[in-house]
């Protein structure tokens, strides 16, 4: 199974600040299809996930596009360009290329100091 | 607009059995490959199986291969989840959702 693995598990920033999260994962995230199948995750205290990104960098319908995905590979990296009080909460990223298991990272907890 | 609830969960004894629903709406239900993902505080978000649009092809995780078992009914836009020979570390939120959509999730509890 593909492991995923964020950091930092714990992320306190400054409103208006921006914030990055880092995903790895143990092999390349490359499907044959060319295309990279990672996602991420908001979970905001006391609500289900929702997804931001989709196939590492397109954004979902309604993300505010202070939310940005890059990278490629093996390494990628989830970016909140100013942080607002209502990104406070938990993000998980997630791998769809090498399934089953579709397999997601520890997760990430953003607060603000 | 879309929307999945689930329902079914509750507290239940190791070793006994439990069948979780996802009702669909807002959207062509019989299209769409369903997941079921569940989530505890220690685990995380934990991929748990698929569903084909049509039923024909399911995966499982091997956690719980052999034990649960995934089907739906496109005639009533329901998803279903059949645990059985439940465990105490099934405990969960579980969630249906495409990983675009997500409901509010149903909680199982699986406790002596």
């Known amino acids: 199974d593909v492991v995923m693995t964020q950091s930092p598990l714990s992320l306190p920033v400054t409103l208006g600040q921006p914030a990055s999260i880092s995903c790895r994962s143990s092999?390349?995230?490359?499907?044959?299809?060319?295309?990279?199948?990672l996602d991420w995750f908001q979970q905001r205290p006391g609500q289900s996930p929702r997804r931001l990104i989709y196939q590492v960098s397109n954004r979902d319908s309604g993300v505010p596009d202070r939310f940005s995905g890059s990278g490629s590979g093996t390494d990628f990296t989830l970016k909140i360009s100013r942080v607002e009080a209502e990104d406070v909460g938990v993000y998980y990223c997630?791998?769809?290329?090498?399934?089953?298991?579709?397999?997601f990272g520890q997760g990430t907890k953003v607060e603000i100091k | 607009q879309v929307q999945v609830v689930e329902s079914g969960g509750g507290v239940v004894q190791p070793g006994t059995s439990l069948k979780l629903s996802c009702a669909a709406s807002g959207f062509t239900f019989s299209k769409y490959n369903i997941h079921w993902v569940r989530q505890t505080p220690d685990k995380g978000l934990e991929w748990v199986a698929l569903i084909y649009y049509d039923g024909n092809e399911k995966h499982y995780a091997d956690s719980v291969k052999g034990r649960f078992t995934v089907s739906r009914d496109n005639s009533k836009n329901t998803l279903y989840l059949q645990m059985s020979s439940l465990r105490v570390d099934d405990t969960a939120m579980y969630y249906c959702?495409?990983?675009?959509?997500w409901g509010q999730g149903t909680l199982v509890t699986v406790s002596s």
């Open positions: 092999q390349s995230l490359v499907n044959r299809d060319g295309n990279t199948y």
């Open positions: 997630m791998q769809g290329t090498h399934w089953p298991p579709w397999t």
């Open positions: 959702t495409d990983f675009d959509f």
